[in-house]
């Protein structure tokens, strides 16, 4: 089908017509001259993928949502939806859908001394961070500054100082949302535990739209301190020792994010620790098993004081505005000191010097707290993300040739996927792969209760393997 040909669905021109008149955001059909400024706006990727949704509605509120839900069932189109954007695979791109953008849902309410904030799904992690810091409060933001909460926090939301504060939606306390019979309801754990518990991890496979969370804030580390350690690539197989006998040693409060760069970077290798104490000598101390690789570093950086803003600016550079993306994540039962040495050698030979590589330990588990229970249910020792970033089209081929090379050569390693961020359009059954198997039947029950007929576009490549 012609992309700028409007959709020849059962959908009359009477019918679009009168969900004009029903809402009051703007509604882009497709085949009109601004839908393609609109679908792109869907995508903070560059790399816009080629579906063409049937139209987008920038909502302006839940009743506009509600409106719009309601028509959309009675029409039998599919709804997808897009808070900010940053899904790596572009999940609100959906053929033939009714996209709603919740772009406008930008309220932001703190309740400092209930330490609770309302938010809308479209606010984003700097504002939030920097709000809650005046009040001396935090919350697990994501790790760059133009991220959305929507995504962020129904995908499960792996945040700055997680080993402390936990997943981003284990604090969420309640939320609202608009159903598949377009009603508008309030969910929280004693009320609703059914929709409650997908909300919380179900990511882009949950069959609602959240238009506003109710978050449990956190008192501010008062002494946050970044320490920022460079090797050289011919040291990567040499770390592994040290960087095991750290991880063996490290607390829930210190965060380490291994990176890896191509040759063609001016990086090779850090190593990106940050401590979140209250008091200075705390956040040190926290720091100090890291004596051993700093005396094998070829520069080291910090200790520095940093606030949340300045954590989200220090990673959100690695991922600046406008590039192209081809993204894939996978869990490994592996140590990260393990697995950093095939990372560095995987990206020596990416196609662009802006890719990273990057190994994250998991927060060591407390067996007195395990995971709550919610759909976010996989837990592993390792976080791997391969995150391919290029500017000119022109280099599309050669650059997700290199993302599929090495996503062959990990597989055997995968031992799961993170919904947030992995590309749901890999392969087949990847949604499936991205929750522990009662937790995904859970939530295929779910749906068919939820949303009988499918209003909510779902997991993409639904079907036998995603159901
Ligand atoms: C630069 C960058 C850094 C990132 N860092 C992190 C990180 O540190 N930790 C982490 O956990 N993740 C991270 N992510 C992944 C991010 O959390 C997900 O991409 C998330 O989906 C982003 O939220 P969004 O609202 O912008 O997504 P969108 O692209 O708008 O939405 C993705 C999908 O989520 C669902 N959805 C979104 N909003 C709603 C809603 N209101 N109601 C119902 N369904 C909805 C829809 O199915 C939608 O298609 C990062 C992504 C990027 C691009």
Same mark, same amino acid.
């Given at each position: ?9 059962r959908?009359?021109a009477?019918? *679009? ?7 009051r ?12 400024d609109?679908?792109?706006?869907l @995508? ?8 063409h ?9 839940a ?6 839900v309601? *028509?959309a ?17 572009g999940?609100?791109l ?15 309410e ?22 809650l ?6 919350f ?27 997943p &981003?939606?284990?604090?969420?306390r309640?939320?609202?949302?608009v159903?598949?019979r377009?009603?508008r ?6 009320s609703s ?6 909300a ?27 320490l ?15 960087l095991?006998?750290?991880l ?9 994010s ?14 990106? &620790? ?14 100090a098993?890291? @004596?051993?690789? &700093? ?6 950086e ?28 996978f ?5 990260a000191?393990?697995?950093?040495g095939s ?10 010097p ?6 994250v ?8 707290a ?9 837990? &592993? ?8 970033? *290029? ?6 081929a050669?650059n ?20 947030g ?5 890999a ?7 991205c929750?522990?198997?009662p937790?995904?039947e ?5 749906r068919?209760? *939820?949303d009988?007929r499918?209003?909510?576009?779902g ?9």
């Open positions: 089908m012609n992309p700028s040909e409007p959709v020849k669905g959908t009359s009477a019918a *679009w017509s009168a969900l004009r008149t029903q809402v955001g703007l509604l882009f059909r497709r085949g009109e001259p601004s839908y393609e609109a679908r792109r706006a @995508s903070w990727n560059a790399r816009v993928p080629s579906r949704p049937a139209a987008i509605l920038r909502a302006t509120d009743d506009d949502i509600a409106v719009a309601r *028509w069932a009675e029409q039998e189109l599919r709804v997808a939806l897009r808070s900010g954007g940053h899904s790596w695979c999940a609100a959906r053929e033939d859908a009714l996209v709603l953008d919740l772009g406008a849902l930008r309220t932001l703190i309740d400092a001394a209930a330490r609770v904030a309302r938010a809308g799904p479209a606010v984003e992690n700097l504002r939030l961070a920097t709000s810091a005046r009040e001396g409060l935090a697990p933001v994501g790790h760059c500054p133009s991220v959305a909460l929507g995504g962020y926090l129904l995908s499960g939301g792996f945040g700055w100082n997680s080993g402390i504060f936990g &981003a939606c284990a604090r969420v309640a939320l609202e949302i159903d598949a377009g009603e309801l309030r969910l929280d754990a004693r535990p059914e929709l409650f518990w997908a919380r991890g179900a990511g882009a496979g949950f069959f609602g739209v959240a238009t506003s969370f109710e978050l449990e804030l956190a008192p501010l580390p008062r002494a946050i301190r970044v920022s350690l460079e090797f050289s690539r011919a040291h990567a197989e040499a770390l592994e020792a040290d095991a006998e750290l063996a040693r490290r607390s829930a409060a210190l965060e380490l291994l990176l890896a760069f191509p040759a063609s970077s001016a990086h090779e290798l850090q190593l990106l &620790a940050v401590a979140f104490g209250d008091r200075e000598s705390e956040a040190l101390e926290l720091l098993p890291l @004596s051993p690789l &700093a005396a094998r570093a070829r520069h080291v910090g200790p520095h004081p940093a606030s949340f803003a300045d954590l989200l600016h220090r990673l959100g550079a690695f991922f600046p505005e406008g590039r192209r993306h081809g993204v894939d994540v869990y490994a039962e592996r140590s000191a393990a697995l950093f990372v560095a050698a995987a990206l020596r030979d990416a196609p662009s802006h890719s990273l590589g990057m190994v330990p998991a927060p060591p588990l407390d067996p007195a395990p995971l709550a229970d919610m759909a976010l249910s996989l837990y &592993a020792p390792s976080f791997v993300g391969l995150y391919a970033q *290029w500017e000119d089209a022109h280099d599309d050669a997700l040739a290199w993302l599929e090379v090495q996503r062959t050569r990990f597989r055997p390693l995968a031992c799961g996927h993170y919904v961020e992995t590309d749901l359009y392969e087949e059954g990847r949604a499936r792969r929750f522990a198997p937790a995904f859970r939530l295929c029950e779910l068919e209760r *939820w009988p499918g209003v909510f576009a997991f993409p490549l639904s079907g036998a393997a995603n159901r």
